[in-house]
């Protein structure tokens, strides 16, 4: 047992690899975010003033917002992907948390000026009715983010990144939001006594915006108020410890999100008659047993106790 933790290396070798390919896939794929961001902020500004569409307008407004929580995401990875050092002794991926919530809080403020923006201006008249060449743009970016998303997202999920996934969110809800964008645009060139309905699909653009934003900062905030994983990890962290050869009780296990991983501490019981070296083997037995089977756990630091003679093997983690 004790060659067999000797050869899986210390916490968090094994990770190493990882940490580095997810780097340069965060990079790459922002990257891509980033300059289709810059391109449809483009294209929708200058469509949405030469077809005189405020949704439209809004519209660009909001990918324009995605272009900074893309720099956000570009700067962000530099600080927390570097290994633990001794200021930071855990690792430094709840600064993935801090840019996450940072790009929900920047779609929210962009969710809110475009909603004050659409509501206070109503009942202005459109010098100009809109144009059919807004609702073309309009499209153009429906079908162009929802590529981005999908892509964002899945490399997101794929490396266990929360701030990659929120920022594919944000593509999403650019998607989601050229939609009434566009209905806006068709309704008020088909029907010029409507053209306020121009002004209120900018509203309704906004408030898919704000959905968003709430989507993004309600996990990273759970996450950096230090809230346990659910009970079922728990209860699956207990069995596999539970499992291990020599394990008599295990409790009081104790759980933190650490961006996207997990880190573990509990308490296991053994034969008090077990020496030292024997100890540490079942601890070590124990940690990486749980490491293995639990993908999203990054750390375990087990505590050894002595068994009371008479005490029944429990597995629980309410003690």
Known sequence: ??????????VGEGDLPRTETGVRE?????????????????????????????????????????ITTDVAVLVGVRYWSPPP?????????????????????A?????????????????????????WIAFIGAMISILAKEILYRWTNAVGKRIRSSALCANAWHHRS????????????????IKPELSFVDHMGAVIVAVFILHASWKIVKPALTELSDR????HVTARICEVASATDEVVDVHAVRTRRMGPGIMVDLHITVD?????TRGHDVSEAVKWGIKQQMEDVIDVV????????GVSRISSSLK
Request: aromatic share 2%; glycine share 12%; proline share 5%.
């Open 1 to 10: 047992m004790a060659e067999a933790a000797q050869k899986r290396g210390p």
């Open 26 to 66: 965060v990079r790459r794929i922002t990257w891509i975010g980033l300059i289709g961001n810059i391109l449809m902020s483009g294209l929708k500004l200058t469509v949405g003033i030469v077809g005189s569409s405020q949704a439209v307008v809004a519209d660009a407004v909001h990918s324009i917002s995605d």
């Open 85 to 105: 050092d001794e200021c930071h002794p855990y690792g430094h991926r709840r600064i993935e948390s801090i840019v996450t919530v940072g790009i929900g809080v």
């Open 107 to 131: 779609l929210g403020v962009a969710g809110l000026l475009i909603a004050y923006k659409g509501i206070a201006s109503v009942r202005d008249e459109h010098i100009r009715r809109p144009g």
């Open 174 to 189: 650019d998607a989601l939001s050229s939609i009434p964008a566009a209905l806006a645009v068709a309704v008020a060139v």
């Open 228 to 231: 346990g994983a659910p009970g």
């Open 272 to 276: 008090g008659s077990m020496s030292v």
């Open 302 to 309: 087990v505590h050894l106790e002595p068994h009371a003679n």
